[in-house]
């Protein structure tokens, strides 16, 4: 543990615990959240199979950076997790949008 807290400064284990939290609480939340929109879209895994996977992964990962610096702002460690979103989207490359 003290790797990672070093790796991502940070100081005391409850910070380590609200991070990893955030991010396992936001990554269930928007797996939760697309289940309705698919939905929305008249389409279900029961159906489409193939499309419903087609359709749902790019849309958890949209909900998921949407909803990760909210996260991480409940869990009082928005710094860090905006900047993570940052460092993520830059390198799937939306450098443009987000300078170092």
């Keep these: 543990m003290n790797k990672l ?3 991502w400064g940070i100081t005391s284990n409850w910070q380590l615990v609200g991070i990893l939290l955030g991010f396992s609480l936001n ?3 928007a797996a939760w959240v697309t289940k309705p929109l698919t939905g ?7 159906v489409d199979g193939f499309l419903y996977w087609i359709i749902k992964i790019p849309l ?6 949407i ?3 909210i996260s991480g702002w409940l869990f009082g460690q928005f ?5 993570m979103e940052k460092k ?3 390198r799937i490359g939306l450098k443009r949008f987000f300078p170092e």
Excluded: A, D, M, Q
């Design 27 to 29: 990554g269930s939340f």
């Design 60 to 65: 958890i990962f949209v909900v998921y950076h």
């Design 79 to 83: 710094k860090f997790f905006w900047n």
């Design 40 to 46: 929305l879209f008249g389409i279900s895994s029961e």
């Design 5 to 7: 807290k070093e790796r």
């Design 88 to 90: 993520i989207l830059r």
């Design 67 to 69: 909803t990760l610096p």
